[in-house]
C-alpha cells in the first residue's frame, strides 16, 4: 500500500455537500462466479442431463422389476427387438450428438470470422445448444442403460417400462434435432444475433442506469488528503462485478469510505490500482480484503458492464464496414440496435457512482458510464469506418435527430459534437457527386 495526494471526485468537496446515491443491493459473487465458469459452459447441461437420464433410466429399471410385467403390453417387442433397438438408439444418438457438436463449431466459427469474435458468446452460451446436447447424449444413456438389463433367451427379460421411456424419448429427441436445425440458421442471421445482444444490453442498462427515482439525496463524504491506494496482487482478468454492499459493509466497519478507480469491463493486471481508502484511522481494509469483493473472470460480460452491449454491436458493425467484407446494410441495422440502447439512456440521469449502506451513509464510490461516453463508444467508430457510405452517413444522420429529441439540454452538445464529426468525415470521404444525398438523414438508411 502507498498513499497519494489526491482523490475524490467533484461532488466531494465537503460533509456538506450532497450527492445523488443508491442503496447498496447485494450481489452474490459464488454464484455469478458459478454461473459465468460452469453453469453456462457447453459441458455443464449436458452432463446434467446425462445424469438425469441415467437416475431415471435406473428409476424405470427397477420399475420393471417390481411390476414384472410382460413385453406384450408393449406392441411388437420381444427381448430380442427391444435389446436391437435400444443398441441402435445408443449407438445412433451418439452420432447425432456428433453431428450437433460440429454444426456448432461451424457456427462458431463462422460468427467469429464475420461479424465479431464477441459475437460467439452468444452460440457458446446458447440454451439451445445445451438443451441439444444434452437430449442427445441423455437418450444414449438412456439407452445403453437399458440395454444392460434386456436379457434375451430361457430367462428373458424385456424392461416394459423402461423400453416405452425410450421410445418417448426418441421422439423427443427427433423433435429438438429439428428445433436445434432451426434455431442454428436462426442464429446465423446477423438480426436474430443483434436482437438477442440488444436485449441482454437493455436489461443491463435498465439494472444499472436507474431512474431518478431510484436516487436518494445523501451527504457526500469528505476525502482524505492523503488515502491509501490499492492495488491489484490478487488475481488477473477482467472485472466482471463488484459486490457494492458488502464493500459498504466493510467500509462502515473501518468507518471509512471506498472509492473505486477501476469499473466492469476492465482488466486488472498485476500492480493496477483498483481502490482508494479514504478515513479508517489506520485501520482501512487493505486490497485484499477489497477485491474479495470483486469477481475477476477471463472475458467481459454483461453481468455489470452497460458498455460491454455497444461494444458488441459496434464490432459487428466495424466488420461489415472493412473493404473485406463492405456490407452497410448489417452497419445500418446495428446503428438501429445502438439508438435503441441509448435511448433508455437518453431519458434517465447519468449513474452518480455514489452508494449508501443500510444507515444512508455513502460509503463506495463507483465509476459509472454517462450517456456521453456511452454514446462515443456507440457512434465514433461506426462514423469513422462508414463516412464513406451514404447509406451509414444517412442513418447516422437520423440517429442523432432522435436522440437530440429525447436529451436535455445539458447532453445536445455531445449529440452536436457526434454529428459534427460525422459531417466532417463525410466530407472527407464521399465523392462530391454523393454529398447531397448523403446530408439527408433517412432512419432506412437508402432503403
Not at 60 to 89: C, F, K, R
Not at 389 to 417: F, H, I, K
Amino acid at each position: 500500500m502507498t498513499q497519494v495526494p489526491e482523490a475524490g471526485g467533484p461532488d466531494a468537496t465537503s460533509s456538506a455537500t450532497m450527492v445523488r446515491a443508491l442503496t447498496a443491493q447485494p450481489v452474490a459473487l459464488r454464484w455469478l462466479n458459478f454461473r459465468e465458469r460452469v453453469a453456462i459452459s457447453m459441458w455443464f447441461v449436458p452432463l446434467m442431463f446425462a445424469f438425469a437420464a441415467l437416475v431415471l433410466s435406473s428409476v424405470g429399471i427397477w420399475i420393471d422389476n417390481q411390476l414384472a410385467l410382460h413385453s406384450a403390453l408393449l406392441p411388437g417387442t420381444t427381448s430380442g427387438s427391444a435389446e436391437q433397438v435400444s443398441a441402435t438408439i445408443a449407438s445412433g444418438m451418439l452420432a447425432f450428438t456428433a453431428v450437433v457438436f460440429a454444426t456448432t463449431l461451424v457456427a462458431i466459427q463462422l460468427a467469429g470470422g464475420q461479424y465479431s469474435p464477441r459475437i460467439v458468446r452468444v452460440f457458446v452460451r446458447s440454451r439451445l445448444t445445451h438443451c441439444t446436447l444434452g437430449v442427445f447424449l441423455a437418450t444414449s444413456v438412456f439407452a445403453i442403460n437399458t440395454l444392460g438389463h434386456t436379457r434375451d433367451g430361457a430367462n428373458a427379460h424385456v424392461p416394459v417400462v423402461t423400453v416405452s421411456a425410450l421410445y418417448v424419448l426418441m421422439l423427443v429427441t427427433l423433435v429438438m434435432f429439428v428445433v436445434f436445425a432451426n434455431g442454428i440458421v436462426h442464429l446465423l442471421r446477423v438480426q436474430y444475433l443483434l436482437r438477442i445482444v440488444t436485449e441482454s444490453g437493455r436489461e443491463t442498462i435498465e439494472r444499472f442506469i436507474p431512474t431518478e427515482r431510484a436516487y436518494q439525496a445523501a451527504s457526500a463524504p469528505i476525502p482524505s488528503a492523503a488515502p491509501v491506494l490499492l492495488r491489484n496482487q490478487r488475481h488477473t482478468g477482467v472485472l466482471m462485478s463488484v459486490d457494492i454492499l458488502s464493500l459498504a459493509g466493510l467500509a462502515a466497519q473501518a468507518q471509512c469510505w471506498i472509492e473505486l478507480v477501476v469499473q466492469p469491463g476492465e482488466y486488472l493486471a498485476f500492480g493496477t490500482p483498483v481502490a482508494l481508502v479514504h478515513g479508517g484511522d489506520g485501520g482501512a481494509p487493505g486490497a485484499d480484503a477489497v477485491l474479495r469483493h470483486m469477481l475477476v473472470g477471463p472475458e467481459r460480460t454483461l453481468v455489470q458492464d452497460p458498455g460491454f452491449a455497444l461494444r458488441q454491436l459496434v464490432d459487428v458493425a466495424s466488420r461489415a464496414l472493412s473493404p473485406a467484407v463492405n456490407d452497410p446494410t448489417t452497419a445500418v441495422q446495428v446503428i438501429d440496435r445502438i439508438v435503441d440502447l441509448l435511448s433508455i439512456c437518453a431519458t434517465r440521469p447519468d449513474p452518480s457512482g455514489w452508494y449508501v449502506d443500510a444507515q444512508g451513509v455513502v460509503r463506495v464510490r463507483v465509476p459509472e458510464l454517462g450517456f456521453a461516453r456511452l454514446a462515443e463508444l456507440g457512434f465514433t467508430e461506426i462514423a469513422l469506418y462508414g463516412a464513406g457510405a451514404p447509406q451509414v452517413v444517412r442513418r447516422l444522420q437520423a440517429a442523432y435527430d432522435v436522440l437530440e429529441e429525447l436529451v436535455g439540454p445539458d447532453r445536445r452538445a455531445t449529440v452536436e459534437t457526434l454529428r459534427h464529426q460525422l459531417t466532417v468525415a463525410a466530407r472527407d470521404a464521399v465523392p462530391p457527386a454523393f454529398t447531397e444525398i448523403s446530408s439527408r438523414p433517412d432512419r432506412l438508411g437508402l432503403g
